[in-house]
């Protein structure tokens, strides 16, 4: 049997938008979404997620949005993704 794995996907603009989606129809493994932190936008500088968190909670994937990807809680939570069935 072979062994399905695992996808991060990192991406936040609108145009990354589709590949999360193709990966989703296509029943690949997406086992986190990872995207920047909540930004405020617009003339009222209302807080709003970027396009890619709210198209992966709405797949209902896990989202991670870390401050920076080169820490080492970030690196840690990436190893407890591999060791999860």
């Known amino acids: ?11 936040t603009p609108q145009f990354s938008v589709p590949a999360l989606v193709a990966l989703h ?4 493994n997406v086992a986190m979404v990872v995207t920047a932190p909540d930004r405020p ?5 209302k807080v709003t997620p970027p396009a890619v968190k ?7 994937y896990p989202v991670s949005q870390p401050a920076s990807i080169k820490t080492v ?3 840690d939570t ?8």
């Open 1 to 11: 049997m072979k062994k399905k794995i695992k996808i991060v996907f990192l991406g």
């Open 25 to 28: 129809e296509n029943n690949y």
């Open 41 to 45: 936008r617009g003339r009222g500088r």
């Open 54 to 60: 709210q198209m992966a909670l709405d797949l209902g």
């Open 73 to 75: 809680e970030f690196t």
């Open 78 to 85: 990436i190893k407890d993704l591999k060791r999860q069935n």
